[in-house]
């Protein structure tokens, strides 16, 4: 048994999903996520017990399996040793309001940071927008600090609603998935979709937003179940290119 392995009292089994988790993380970075040792996704414990948060003080790229520490609702760490990143609240709160999200995901992607600064509201203009087009991409204003608190994770959540992603004000965006995948998806799709829309206002082009239905009709036509898995199978064989 390996030191990581030693650190799941209850199932072995969850390092080797925490393995997936880590290479999200490295996947991320490889996107265009990475800002020094900040971001970090989390996974919710499967017996119950709280969710698995990426322990600080190492960028996404440097993650594996053995980098995460056991929490509970109120931020106890109940297995494993490092840094409980000060943001927390944000992954136990958002969970804590979805219970059909098994996976959250906090970091600084640039082009979604500068979208979210300013005041006009994302728009499903590309293919990756399309991605969230039933819910949209909520804008959380009420602070542009760190979500450190419970009640402003309550809120970032609040914000977030049933989307799978939301831009917080001068700081980052928040995503989920009720997996790996799609949560990984979530993050990369949103900052390729923020870059597409930031070239096209910056082109000083006039032009339409596509018809909502329209939009939500081609999310179900490109974004199957058999489309995301062949897309987050592309980004892990993308990674193992990368990582070489």
Do not use: C
Request: proline fraction near 3%.
């Amino acid at each position: 048994m390996s030191n990581s392995d030693a650190l799941y009292s209850q199932d072995e089994s969850i390092g080797t999903v925490l393995n997936e988790v880590a290479r999200a993380h490295r996947i991320l970075e490889m996107e265009g996520h990475g800002d020094m040792s900040m971001g970090h996704l989390s996974y919710r414990d499967p017996f119950g017990r709280g969710l698995w948060l990426k322990k600080g003080n190492l960028g996404l790229e440097e993650v594996t399996a053995a980098d995460f520490i056991l929490i509970d609702f109120d931020g106890n760490v109940l297995e494993g040793q490092g840094l409980r990143h000060l943001e927390w609240p944000l992954h136990t709160e958002i969970m804590l309001a979805r219970p059909e999200v098994n996976v959250v995901g906090h970091s600084h992607p640039f082009k979604a940071t500068v979208l979210g600064a300013g005041n006009t509201e994302f728009s499903v203009v590309n293919n990756h927008g399309v991605y969230f087009a039933e819910h949209g991409v909520p804008r959380f204003a009420a602070t542009s600090h760190i979500i450190t608190t419970q009640e402003l994770g309550k809120q970032l959540a609040a914000t977030l609603g049933s989307a799978d992603a939301v831009l917080q004000a001068n700081h980052g965006a928040s995503f989920v998935g009720r997996n790996i995948k799609e949560a990984t998806l979530a993050g990369i799709f949103l900052e390729k979709a923020a870059d597409f829309q930031l070239a096209l206002l910056a082109s000083g082009m006039s032009y339409e937003v596509p018809d909502p239905e329209e939009s939500r009709e081609k999310f179900r036509r490109i974004y199957p179940e058999r489309a995301k898995s062949n897309f987050w199978m592309y980004f892990n064989r993308k990674l193992d290119r990368f990582e070489a």
